[in-house]
T-cell receptor
Framework: EPEVTQTPSHQVTQMGQEVILRCVPI?????FYWYRQILGQKVEFLVS????????KSEIFDDQFSVERPDGSNFTLKIRSTKLEDSAMYFC????????????????FGDGTRLSIL | GEDVEQSLFLSVREGDSSVINCTYT??????LYWYKQEPGAGLQLLTY?????DMKQDQRLTVLLNKKDKHLSLRIADTQTGDSAIYFC????????????FGSGTRLLVRP
């Protein structure tokens, strides 16, 4: 069964450094997402992406965050200058469709990248 | 506002049924999902229900939706030790095409 893959599984970075988290969505999916889960807290939506632009973003997704689809397969999340509070599990997800008018669009998740900021 | 609540922990004996409950606040929710997270793994989609349905059954899984009370439940029949995991309910709302709102997750422990 096709799956979303994320690399690396664990990233340790010094505070203030830039970090790039990588994701390969399911190949025929058109909508891509990032979520994060701080230890002991809920899974929170960060951003959605379609047709090479951001569709929706949360308050968490400030100017320090950016997303990119640099080629036909990868989807990346960049944090420009990491802070201690960015430590979390980051999940990438993809779906075939995104608009409710097109029916259900279940999002399929990767195994996550655990980001630890020192 | 948007809020999804779940009880934190459930322990059952192997072979018994498990019922995991979830409540949500936004009546504009359209689809409601159940995801499973095993240790060290990602979020695996288990099942979902559309808000105009009351019940959906998929093998050992039964989803019940009470729209009036904004209550969702997941029943696992004949629970196995391999079902031990964290179970998240999540919703998508009419005013957002993209954003899943998650509950805090229920940790299910299946005792042999």
């Amino acid at each position: 069964e096709p799956e979303v893959t994320q690399t690396p599984s664990h990233q340790v970075t010094q505070m203030g450094q830039e970090v790039i988290l990588r994701c390969v969505p399911i190949s025929n999916h058109l909508y891509f997402y990032w979520y994060r889960q701080i230890l002991g807290q809920k899974v929170e939506f960060l951003v959605s992406f379609y047709n090479n632009e951001i569709s929706e973003k949360s308050e968490i997704f400030d100017d320090q965050f950016s997303v990119e689809r640099p080629d036909g397969s990868n989807f990346t999340l960049k944090i420009r200058s990491t802070k201690l509070e960015d430590s979390a599990m980051y999940f990438c997800a993809s779906s075939e469709r995104g608009l409710l008018s097109q029916g259900n669009q279940p999002q399929h998740f990767g195994d996550g990248t655990r980001l630890s900021i020192l | 506002g948007e809020d999804v609540e779940q009880s934190l922990f459930l322990s059952v004996r192997e072979g018994d049924s498990s019922v995991i409950n979830c409540t949500y606040t936004d009546s504009s929710s359209t689809y409601l999902y159940w995801y499973k997270q095993e240790p060290g793994a990602g979020l695996q989609l288990l099942t979902y229900i559309f808000s105009n349905m009351d019940m959906k059954q998929d093998q050992r899984l039964t989803v019940l939706l009470n729209k009036k009370d904004k209550h969702l439940s997941l029943r696992i029949a004949d629970t196995q030790t391999g079902d031990s995991a964290i179970y998240f309910c999540a919703e998508i709302q009419m005013d957002s095409s993209y954003k899943l709102i998650f509950g805090s997750g229920t940790r299910l422990l299946v005792r042999p």
